[in-house]
């Protein structure tokens, strides 16, 4: 079945330092992948979209590479603030424009 | 440009009752699509409709179900409820998932 893997486990990082976020998924062929970040009893907000044929996609101190030999996301925050603390959620969209979401990696940036 | 959005904010049901839950999509965005995300869990695909009807939908059971106005508004309605079905009820706007802020469903 298909299946969509993130850190489960919080990630804790010191201010000004870039934050890498894992996403791997297996049986799975997305058309895109997507970011996003949610924050406590909150919707999420979408940052940023890669699709298959890209490698790469950057926004201001973000980046988002797509491996689909990998089948690995990594989302980078350079230069992270305490502000960037949240739940970074990664979610694939497939056939039938079927959306999966991963559970989610709890960055928490310490000043 | 207004956003996505939901109401109630908040609902408070008892076991076996229905529950209906409401949303806007993005002015211009025909696409809507309901997750559900309970307590510590990721969220879970549960409806999508597109133009008026339903494209697809998650391994719920057929309790929940909903529509699509004309207008592009959509409803999620959720009968014979249970107790785990308290959770984060939440709608995205177009295929890029514009979320809107929810709404939290308690069953009592």
């Known amino acids: 079945s298909q299946k969509i893997e993130q850190n489960s486990e919080a990630l804790n990082i010191q201010e000004g330092k870039t934050a890498t976020l894992t996403c791997n998924y297996t049986?799975?062929?997305?058309?895109?992948l997507q970011w996003y970040r949610q924050d406590p009893g909150r919707g999420p907000v979408f940052l940023l979209l890669i699709r298959e044929n890209e490698k790469e996609k950057r926004k201001e101190r973000l980046k988002v590479t797509f491996d689909t030999t990998l089948k690995q996301s990594l989302f980078h925050i350079t230069a992270s603030q305490p502000a960037d603390s949240a739940t970074y959620l990664c979610?694939?969209?497939?056939?039938?424009?079927?959306?999966?979401f991963g559970i989610g990696t709890k960055l928490q940036v310490i000043p | 440009e207004a956003g996505v959005t939901q109401s109630p904010t908040h609902l408070i049901k008892t076991r076996g009752q229905q529950a209906t839950l409401r949303c806007s999509p993005i002015?211009?965005?025909?696409?809507v699509y309901w997750y559900q995300q309970a307590l510590g869990l990721g969220l879970q695909f549960l409806l999508w409709?597109?133009?008026?009807?339903?494209?697809n939908r998650g391994n719920f059971p057929p309790r929940f179900s909903g529509r699509q106005f004309p207008n592009y508004s959509s409803e999620l309605n959720v009968n014979a409820l249970e107790l785990e079905d308290s959770a984060l009820y939440l709608c995205a706007s177009s295929y890029e998932q514009y979320f809107g802020p929810g709404t939290r469903l308690t069953v009592t």
């Open positions: 979610a694939l969209a497939g056939g039938y424009q079927k959306v999966t």
């Open positions: 049986n799975y062929s997305p058309a895109y």
């Open positions: 002015s211009g965005h025909t696409s």
């Open positions: 409709y597109d133009e008026g009807e339903e494209r």
